[in-house]
């Protein structure tokens, strides 16, 4: 491996900054030492380049700029930095590599007074091999000088008394103010490490009166082979050819083993791919500035011709030359920079992909990553990639190996897997977990599969998506044949891992990072088959505790933080007191056995093809650890849940499930578990007995963990104790004589909990964080950046309003000083983004934005939890939100459950009721609904009446059914009703909804009931809709609408028996337009109120209340703004728009501009105009000032300004614009 050292004395950092960034990108130095920084003392105001770490020194009197040193290093280079206390001005580094190199920066003045004991008194502090470097101001023949001066004599002192080795070659470093050429900058070396070393020096000062210096550290390591792999450009795949290619291939597939079968399949999708994908290639690609140009080459070529040809003849005039420009290509490099900068930010529009703003937005903000340089192993620090990888390989394998677990442990594991799986009797749904793969089920998996990523075979899932049906059909004959077998693929085993290294952690450690494991994607897509028939399995039997919240659909970290929040502000609403035990595991998913999954499969009776196929799945499992490009050895893992895979979570979700069973056997404690996060609580007042129950279950989870390897990791495990007593607590727990601390603070799922629930703590670290992202909105925002504002507002809601909305329904309710500490950031980001005034009132800049205050965003987070609980399935959840309606007494502490009933009666809702469970069928044993849609074929607009009659007539002829049902739903201003009528114009079913159901809800509601009735009907029917809407929804199963499911339920149930037909509406189809008629009627009779609950529909009525609450504050607020938007819209400037229009605008808009208010900020005196003399504000300058009358009837007529103001049109803005240009007025 090679370091790359830049020395150079650059003569001030901030005047060379640009130079500095170019040899960074020319040299790509590992390490930058740099003389005459003329950085004060302690100084903090200098921000490193990208992918640097940055250490300044200097002498403490030296309070203002000049002297001073600094260190520059890539942030993934094993180091330890230390000043140095000594009279030279120098600092030592230690690289901490194989071999230990210490590197000394000095700096020693001309007019300071040294001994060659001041050096040698450094040098000999220090253990290893030693380079010193700096600006020495000596003169020596050793390093080139003419002669030698009383300083030098010192130097070449210290060179004998150190064995030191000069490495300059004789090259003048320094161009002194008398235009002579000098050897002043020094690089002495051990000797022990000079043969490793190289020397060279550039020929272009680039802006210093220094020579940039470069040595080369060659370290003995492995070469590395670090060409990237290629990858396949999806995106500009032409899949036609693709999916005739594959066709093609698979009609001379061979028959094999299975094995050979997978390697078939993987070589036709591969050869298919790389006929019709292009590839990236196979290099490596330097670092770029963006704003590097042809001409900016050009001048630095010129002036280092210009340099070149001073050297040659020193001259004043070739001097003159010369320093003109390199002052030339310093203002380049500027204008330059600013250019870049607006072209590159001027991109982002509001129609710009997701994907690129956040790829465009990264390049100009981020730190790229960077590749692993070193880590920390027991032999020592490893440098080569390979060595790195194989490091981590070795480690993991190892953590997984038998050694690290119990005897009892290894005999239970051995049992399971060396007896064979016997069961009497199936059940009818585990023999249905036993049926043969569908094709269907692959389509439904691919269907729903995300991300590009391979795994080592390189097939991805824009591949799967684009097979050809035949090569489908042959990838369900595999899947078969591995159920058939129980045998799973050698190579969809093995999986290749990328090292993600923790936030906040040290980056030498092995620990710092967690594995991100790539699998075959056809192997994942067979195993999101079996988790999703497992899951089925699991939730028909309910055999899955709903304390569990974790990979469930509509189930997330929500669920378990109202659950507990809930539970503790009732404990002291009644003066109860609450004990929290947060447990934590030690890497639980990388230590839990197979014995665990299958122990509990076997109890709860699956047949033996699934059960055989999950066993054969998580044995001799393999992998391989991917450093920069470099793959490790092949290595074992030998126990835990395999990561990466689909199946993986459930598999956990399964084995971990002891942890409810254990804490749910004791009486009074209570459990919320997401994933291994246990949450333990309990109201018992008595603290000793506490304390006693919470050993119990410590001491029972560490027994099962012996067992099926899962490992409590009792330094992370905390307690808290909630209730209104000050001096109350749990005080520390002993176990294992191990302590687990109580705290005063416990971090529950990312909500930080305190004993009193006033959320403070958490408001306080949540402003940190939030004044973190508010820094790249500054950037995003800054004077040269070309975003569009629109895309700014985006921009910020991403950042900023989503790290506020988690959680926020839970601690939102909190005091307001706590939740004031998060309106400095979120406003200041609001302001920066639409580029208003900073003394922009806060109701006007949010108005103006779009984006809600921090208080509405409680109010309504809060409401949108409402459609949650009443269509959730976790029981738990809708046990304690009913218990509400039921109680009377008034609570003090009132939790985020209690706001949603209140919500519910203030809104006017029905009262949540019970679900009824939802046993869905299995998706691989149903049949696809019986939906006809023959006479949708012929465009609306382009068929007429009659033809469609004909076509209506023609499907009853071919349907050949008596049975004719039809449907219909209606929705007017306060009611939406629905109805089903026969073709005896006899109504079948027939209601209202309520208000907020939308047209939707009530076209599904009517197909429901219509199915209903012709399931109990003799004979076969067919049911006429014109919902096209619902008719789609009933198709795709992955809509998990109530209704709709249940509709599918029926229809696949009876899929002979009844047809679904899409009829056109009011085209004069008789059946359909009595439906129509006997819709609309059901509103002006009295009829049944029917209350389906559809999420949307709950949501579109929630956001109705906010709308019309927000526009009644808004019609309050007295301001001038308030006239200019008087509906509280959001600004949407044109995308054409140049952003300096729109700032000046916005900021007339709201009536805040430097002109006119800056005076706040200067805490000075109210401005007066300047043209005639009244006090300067918004309206005076559009309106009022009569020295500008005639610019106003020139530029608008006889319109008003103001008036101009309300209306964002290209031509108001650009004319607005143009008035304030002319008027000479700052906004």
Same mark, same amino acid.
């Given at each position: 491996?090679?370091?790359?050292?830049?020395?150079?004395?650059?003569?001030?950092?901030?005047?060379?900054?640009?130079?500095?960034?170019?040899?960074?990108?020319?040299?790509?130095?590992?390490?930058?030492?740099?003389?005459?920084?003329?950085?004060?003392?302690?100084?903090?105001?200098?921000?490193?380049?990208?992918?640097?770490?940055?250490?300044?020194?200097?002498?403490?009197?030296?309070?203002?700029?000049?002297?001073?040193?600094?260190?520059?290093?890539?942030?993934?280079?094993?180091?330890?930095?230390?000043?140095?206390?000594?009279?030279?001005?120098?600092?030592?580094?230690?690289?901490?590599?194989?071999?230990?190199?210490?590197?000394?920066?000095?700096?020693?003045?001309?007019?300071?007074?040294?001994?060659?004991?001041?050096?040698?008194?450094?040098?000999?502090?220090?253990?290893?091999?030693?380079?010193?470097?700096?600006?020495?101001?000596?003169?020596?023949?050793?390093?080139?000088?003419?002669?030698?001066?009383?300083?030098?004599?010192?130097?070449?002192?210290?060179?004998?008394?150190?064995?030191?080795?000069?490495?300059?070659?004789?090259?003048?470093?320094?161009?002194?103010?008398?235009?002579?050429?000098?050897?002043?900058?020094?690089?002495?070396?051990?000797?022990?490490?000079?043969?490793?070393?190289?020397?060279?020096?550039?020929?272009?000062?680039?802006?210093?009166?220094?020579?940039?210096?470069?040595?080369?550290?060659?370290?003995?390591?492995?070469?590395?082979?670090?060409?990237?792999?290629?990858?396949?450009?999806?995106?500009?795949?032409?899949?036609?050819?693709?999916?005739?290619?594959?066709?093609?291939?698979?009609?001379?597939?061979?028959?094999?083993?299975?094995?050979?079968?997978?390697?078939?399949?993987?070589?036709?999708?591969?050869?298919?791919?790389?006929?019709?994908?292009?590839?990236?290639?196979?290099?490596?690609?330097?670092?770029?500035?963006?704003?590097?140009?042809?001409?900016?080459?050009?001048?630095?070529?010129?002036?280092?011709?210009?340099?070149?040809?001073?050297?040659?003849?020193?001259?004043?005039?070739?001097?003159?030359?010369?320093?003109?420009?390199?002052?030339?290509?310093?203002?380049?490099?500027?204008?330059?920079?600013?250019?870049?900068?607006?072209?590159?930010?001027?991109?982002?529009?509001?129609?710009?992909?997701?994907?690129?703003?956040?790829?465009?937005?990264?390049?100009?903000?981020?730190?790229?990553?960077?590749?692993?340089?070193?880590?920390?192993?027991?032999?020592?620090?490893?440098?080569?990639?390979?060595?790195?990888?194989?490091?981590?390989?070795?480690?993991?394998?190892?953590?997984?190996?038998?050694?690290?677990?119990?005897?009892?442990?290894?005999?239970?594991?051995?049992?399971?897997?060396?007896?064979?799986?016997?069961?009497?009797?199936?059940?009818?749904?585990?023999?249905?977990?036993?049926?043969?793969?569908?094709?269907?089920?692959?389509?439904?998996?691919?269907?729903?599969? /995300?991300?590009?990523? %391979?795994?080592? =075979?390189?097939? #991805? &899932?824009?591949?799967?998506?684009? $097979? +050809?049906?035949?090569? *489908? !059909?042959?990838?369900?004959?595999?899947?078969?044949?591995?159920?058939?077998?129980?045998?799973?693929?050698?190579?969809?085993?093995?999986?290749?891992?990328?090292?993600?290294? /923790?936030?906040?952690? %040290?980056?030498? =450690?092995?620990? #710092? &990072?967690?594995?991100?494991?790539? $699998? +075959?994607?056809?192997? *994942? !897509?067979?195993?999101?088959?079996?988790?999703?028939?497992?899951?089925?399995?699991?939730?028909?039997?309910?055999?899955?505790?709903?304390?569990?919240?974790?990979?469930?659909?509509?189930?997330?970290?929500?669920?378990?933080?109202?659950?507990?929040?809930?539970?503790?502000?009732?404990?002291?609403?009644?003066?109860?007191?609450?004990?929290?035990?947060?447990?934590?595991?030690?890497?639980?998913?990388?230590?839990?056995?197979?014995?665990?999954?299958?122990?509990?499969?076997?109890?709860?009776?699956?047949?033996?093809?699934?059960?055989?196929?999950?066993?054969?799945?998580?044995?001799?499992?393999?992998?391989?650890?991917?450093?920069?490009?470099?793959?490790?050895?092949?290595?074992?893992?030998?126990?835990?849940?395999?990561?990466?895979?689909?199946?993986?979570?459930?598999?956990?979700?399964?084995?971990?499930?002891?942890?409810?069973?254990?804490?749910?056997?004791?009486?009074?404690?209570?459990?919320?578990?997401?994933?291994?996060?246990?949450?333990?609580?309990?109201?018992?007042?008595?603290?000793?007995?506490?304390?006693?129950?919470?050993?119990?279950?410590?001491?029972?989870?560490?027994?099962?963990?012996?067992?099926?390897?899962?490992?409590?990791?009792?330094?992370?495990?905390?307690?808290?104790?909630?209730?209104?007593?000050?001096?109350?607590?749990?005080?520390?727990?002993?176990?294992?004589?191990?302590?687990?601390?109580?705290?005063?603070?416990?971090?529950?799922?990312?909500?930080?909990?305190?004993?009193?629930?006033?959320?403070?703590?958490?408001?306080?670290?949540?402003?940190?964080?939030?004044?973190?992202?508010?820094?790249?909105?500054?950037?995003?925002?800054?004077?040269?950046?070309?975003?569009?504002?629109?895309?700014?507002?985006?921009?910020?809601?991403?950042?900023?309003?989503?790290?506020?909305?988690?959680?926020?329904?839970?601690?939102?309710?909190?005091?307001?000083?706590?939740?004031?500490?998060?309106?400095?950031?979120?406003?200041?980001?609001?302001?920066?983004?639409?580029?208003?005034?900073?003394?922009?009132?806060?109701?006007?800049?949010?108005?103006?934005?779009?984006?809600?205050?921090?208080?509405?965003?409680?109010?309504?987070?809060?409401?949108?939890?409402?459609?949650?609980?009443?269509?959730?399935?976790?029981?738990?959840?809708?046990?304690?939100?009913?218990?509400?309606?039921?109680?009377?007494?008034?609570?003090?502490?009132?939790?985020?459950?209690?706001?949603?009933?209140?919500?519910?009666?203030?809104?006017?809702?029905?009262?949540?009721?019970?679900?009824?469970?939802?046993?869905?069928?299995?998706?691989?044993?149903?049949?696809?609904?019986?939906?006809?849609?023959?006479?949708?074929?012929?465009?609306?607009?382009?068929?007429?009446?009659?033809?469609?009659?004909?076509?209506?007539?023609?499907?009853?002829?071919?349907?050949?059914?008596?049975?004719?049902?039809?449907?219909?739903?209606?929705?007017?201003?306060?009611?939406?009703?629905?109805?089903?009528?026969?073709?005896?114009?006899?109504?079948?079913?027939?209601?209202?909804?309520?208000?907020?159901?939308?047209?939707?809800?009530?076209?599904?509601?009517?197909?429901?009931?219509?199915?209903?009735?012709?399931?109990?009907?003799?004979?076969?029917?067919?049911?006429?809709?014109?919902?096209?809407?619902?008719?789609?929804?009933?198709?795709?199963?992955?809509?998990?609408?109530?209704?709709?499911?249940?509709?599918?339920?029926?229809?696949?149930?009876?899929?002979?028996?009844?047809?679904?037909?899409?009829?056109?509406?009011?085209?004069?189809?008789?059946?359909?337009?009595?439906?129509?008629?006997?819709?609309?009627?059901?509103?002006?009779?009295?009829?049944?109120?029917?209350?389906?609950?559809?999420?949307?529909?709950?949501?579109?009525?929630?956001?109705?209340?906010?709308?019309?609450?927000?526009?009644?504050?808004?019609?309050?607020?007295?301001?001038?703004?308030?006239?200019?938007?008087?509906?509280?819209?959001?600004?949407?400037?044109?995308?054409?728009?140049?952003?300096?229009?729109?700032?000046?605008?916005?900021?007339?808009?709201?009536?805040?501009?430097?002109?006119?208010?800056?005076?706040?900020?200067?805490?000075?005196?109210?401005?007066?105009?300047?043209?005639?003399?009244?006090?300067?504000?918004?309206?005076?300058?559009?309106?009022?000032?009569?020295?500008?009358?005639?610019?106003?009837?020139?530029?608008?007529?006889?319109?008003?300004?103001?008036?101009?103001?309300?209306?964002?049109?290209?031509?108001?803005?650009?004319?607005?614009?143009?008035?304030?240009?002319?008027?000479?007025?700052?906004?």
């Amino acid at each position: 491996m090679t370091i790359t050292i830049l020395q150079w004395n650059i003569h001030g950092i901030f005047n060379n900054y640009n130079e500095l960034t170019l040899l960074i990108k020319d040299h790509a130095p590992d390490i930058v030492f740099l003389q005459e920084t003329k950085l004060p003392c302690n100084s903090t105001n200098f921000i490193c380049p990208k992918e640097y770490s940055g250490y300044f020194h200097n002498f403490s009197y030296n309070t203002s700029a000049k002297q001073g040193i600094g260190v520059l290093i890539k942030r993934n280079v094993p180091h330890t930095y230390r000043n140095i206390n000594s009279s030279i001005l120098c600092s030592a580094l230690q690289l901490n590599f194989e071999q230990v190199i210490n590197i000394v920066n000095a700096y020693i003045p001309p007019s300071q007074i040294f001994s060659s004991s001041d050096i040698s008194e450094i040098l000999q502090n220090l253990n290893g091999s030693t380079i010193l470097l700096g600006d020495l101001n000596s003169w020596s023949p050793l390093w080139g000088s003419p002669r030698t001066n009383t300083r030098g004599k010192k130097i070449e002192t210290v060179i004998l008394e150190n064995s030191l080795i000069v490495l300059n070659d004789g090259s003048p470093t320094h161009l002194s103010t008398h235009n002579t050429f000098t050897h002043i900058d020094i690089s002495l070396i051990s000797p022990q490490i000079a043969h490793m070393c190289s020397w060279s020096i550039s020929d272009n000062l680039h802006g210093s009166d220094h020579f940039p210096i470069t040595i080369h550290i060659n370290t003995p390591t492995r070469p590395d082979n670090t060409l990237p792999l290629p990858k396949y450009k999806t995106d500009q795949a032409n899949w036609k050819r693709f999916n005739e290619s594959c066709e093609k291939s698979a009609a001379y597939w061979t028959v094999g083993c299975l094995n050979q079968q997978v390697a078939q399949m993987t070589k036709v999708i591969r050869s298919a791919a790389n006929y019709s994908i292009p590839q990236t290639k196979r290099v490596i690609h330097k670092a770029k500035v963006p704003w590097w140009n042809a001409n900016l080459q050009q001048l630095r070529d010129q002036k280092q011709r210009l340099f070149s040809s001073y050297k040659a003849n020193t001259n004043d005039t070739n001097l003159i030359r010369y320093k003109k420009a390199n002052a030339l290509f310093k203002k380049a490099v500027l204008s330059a920079k600013r250019n870049s900068l607006e072209k590159f930010t001027s991109k982002i529009s509001p129609v710009s992909s997701t994907k690129k703003v956040w790829s465009d937005i990264k390049r100009l903000a981020g730190i790229p990553p960077t590749p692993f340089k070193y880590i920390k192993s027991n032999s020592g620090t490893l440098t080569g990639s390979f060595d790195i990888a194989e490091e981590f390989a070795l480690s993991w394998s190892k953590y997984s190996s038998d050694q690290n677990f119990s005897a009892e442990y290894i005999r239970v594991k051995n049992r399971y897997l060396l007896e064979p799986y016997a069961i009497d009797s199936l059940s009818p749904s585990a023999t249905s977990l036993d049926s043969n793969f569908t094709l269907l089920e692959i389509e439904n998996s691919v269907a729903k599969a /995300k991300g590009k990523s %391979p795994g080592a =075979d390189r097939v #991805s &899932y824009p591949m799967l998506k684009n $097979l +050809s049906p035949h090569l *489908k !059909t042959k990838l369900l004959d595999i899947f078969n044949q591995i159920l058939t077998t129980g045998k799973y693929p050698h190579t969809w085993r093995s999986a290749i891992i990328i090292p993600i290294s /923790k936030p906040n952690k %040290p980056p030498s =450690d092995i620990n #710092s &990072y967690r594995p991100i494991s790539l $699998l +075959s994607c056809l192997g *994942k !897509t067979l195993e999101k088959i079996i988790a999703q028939r497992l899951t089925w399995f699991i939730k028909r039997h309910n055999l899955i505790s709903h304390n569990q919240v974790a990979f469930k659909s509509n189930h997330s970290t929500m669920d378990a933080l109202l659950r507990i929040q809930h539970f503790a502000s009732n404990a002291l609403s009644t003066k109860n007191h609450v004990s929290i035990l947060a447990t934590d595991f030690e890497r639980a998913f990388d230590r839990v056995g197979i014995h665990a999954v299958l122990c509990r499969l076997e109890r709860w009776g699956i047949g033996p093809r699934l059960y055989n196929l999950i066993k054969a799945f998580m044995t001799n499992r393999s992998f391989r650890v991917r450093i920069n490009n470099v793959t490790s050895n092949s290595h074992i893992l030998h126990n835990g849940i395999p990561q990466g895979s689909p199946l993986s979570v459930v598999l956990f979700m399964i084995a971990i499930e002891d942890i409810n069973d254990i804490v749910t056997r004791h009486k009074d404690i209570y459990i919320s578990l997401y994933a291994d996060d246990a949450i333990i609580f309990t109201k018992i007042k008595n603290i000793n007995t506490v304390r006693e129950k919470f050993l119990e279950i410590l001491q029972e989870i560490n027994s099962w963990g012996a067992t099926s390897g899962a490992s409590l990791a009792i330094e992370k495990c905390q307690t808290l104790h909630i209730c209104r007593k000050q001096r109350c607590n749990l005080s520390d727990i002993v176990f294992n004589s191990r302590t687990i601390k109580d705290v005063n603070f416990l971090k529950i799922l990312g909500i930080t909990f305190d004993p009193k629930l006033l959320f403070k703590q958490h408001c306080q670290t949540l402003r940190k964080q939030l004044e973190t992202r508010f820094n790249i909105i500054k950037f995003l925002s800054s004077k040269y950046s070309y975003i569009h504002i629109k895309t700014l507002i985006d921009i910020t809601r991403a950042l900023m309003l989503s790290k506020i909305d988690y959680g926020l329904p839970i601690f939102g309710w909190c005091a307001k000083s706590h939740l004031k500490k998060l309106q400095v950031p979120y406003h200041g980001a609001v302001r920066r983004a639409i580029h208003a005034f900073p003394t922009s009132p806060v109701a006007c800049t949010l108005a103006e934005s779009g984006l809600p205050s921090i208080q509405s965003r409680v109010e309504e987070t809060t409401l949108m939890l409402i459609p949650k609980l009443y269509t959730t399935s976790n029981c738990l959840l809708t046990k304690d939100f009913g218990a509400i309606f039921k109680q009377k007494r008034k609570f003090k502490c009132i939790s985020t459950l209690r706001r949603c009933a209140n919500y519910i009666k203030l809104l006017d809702l029905p009262l949540p009721k019970p679900r009824r469970p939802f046993k869905s069928p299995a998706l691989w044993g149903s049949k696809q609904p019986n939906i006809n849609l023959q006479i949708y074929n012929a465009a609306k607009k382009d068929t007429g009446r009659l033809e469609y009659q004909k076509r209506f007539m023609s499907a009853q002829e071919d349907l050949g059914v008596k049975n004719w049902i039809y449907t219909d739903g209606s929705k007017v201003t306060g009611a939406t009703t629905f109805a089903v009528v026969d073709s005896n114009r006899k109504i079948i079913a027939g209601g209202r909804l309520p208000s907020y159901n939308s047209i939707f809800t009530a076209e599904a509601f009517a197909i429901l009931k219509a199915c209903q009735f012709a399931s109990k009907n003799a004979g076969k029917s067919v049911i006429c809709t014109d919902s096209l809407s619902s008719l789609s929804a009933i198709r795709n199963w992955n809509h998990n609408d109530p209704t709709t499911q249940e509709v599918r339920h029926i229809l696949s149930s009876h899929p002979k028996k009844i047809t679904l037909l899409w009829v056109p509406s009011h085209q004069g189809i008789h059946g359909n337009e009595l439906a129509d008629k006997a819709a609309q009627e059901m509103r002006l009779t009295p009829s049944i109120l029917f209350t389906p609950f559809n999420s949307k529909d709950l949501k579109s009525r929630i956001k109705l209340y906010l709308k019309e609450k927000k526009l009644s504050e808004w019609a309050l607020f007295m301001h001038r703004y308030q006239s200019i938007n008087p509906n509280c819209i959001m600004f949407k400037p044109p995308t054409n728009v140049h952003k300096r229009e729109c700032a000046t605008f916005i900021r007339l808009r709201i009536g805040h501009t430097q002109s006119t208010h800056q005076h706040l900020l200067m805490r000075s005196a109210r401005p007066t105009c300047q043209l005639c003399g009244d006090e300067l504000t918004v309206d005076h300058i559009l309106n009022a000032c009569s020295q500008l009358h005639s610019i106003r009837s020139h530029l608008f007529g006889t319109h008003s300004l103001s008036n101009c103001l309300s209306i964002p049109s290209c031509e108001n803005i650009s004319k607005i614009y143009k008035f304030v240009q002319k008027a000479k007025f700052i906004i």
